[in-house]
């Protein structure tokens, strides 16, 4: 399955931004996450959902990004992002996995299908 993400831009501290990615077949039955690279950064996890609906998100997410499946487009997801902090600018990566186990969340590697970025960028 091929996936594109749509929907980063420029916005302010304490704003609010919606990425969607887009896939190219039924992704009900993968595990769903995104990524992000900062700016002379590695890319790290950011959130991931699992097809039984169990979300994860890293610490510095919590409480402020929301994962979601689209329920009325087995194709499509969505990050919430709301309360953006500047640390939050990145390049933002969808990804997806037929297979994950739990120990492998955060592990990019753990992916097989990735999507091109989008930016986001959060000014103070």
């Known amino acids: 399955v091929q996936l594109q993400a749509f929907g980063g831009g420029l916005a302010q501290a304490g704003g609010s931004l919606r990425l969607s990615c887009a896939a190219s077949?039924?992704?009900?039955?993968?595990?769903l996450a995104w990524f992000r690279q900062a700016p002379g950064k590695e890319r790290e996890f950011v959130t991931a959902?699992?097809?039984?609906?169990?979300?994860?998100y890293a610490d510095s997410v919590e409480g402020r990004f929301t994962i979601s499946r689209d329920n009325d487009n087995y194709m499509m997801y969505h990050l919430q992002m709301n309360s953006l902090k500047p640390e939050d600018t990145a390049i933002y990566y969808c990804a997806a996995s037929a297979r994950l186990i739990l120990s492998s969340l955060r592990l990019q590697n753990a992916y097989t299908n990735w999507g091109q970025g989008t930016l986001v960028t959060v000014s103070s």
């Open positions: 077949g039924d992704v009900n039955r993968y595990t």
């Open positions: 959902i699992f097809r039984g609906g169990n979300k994860y």
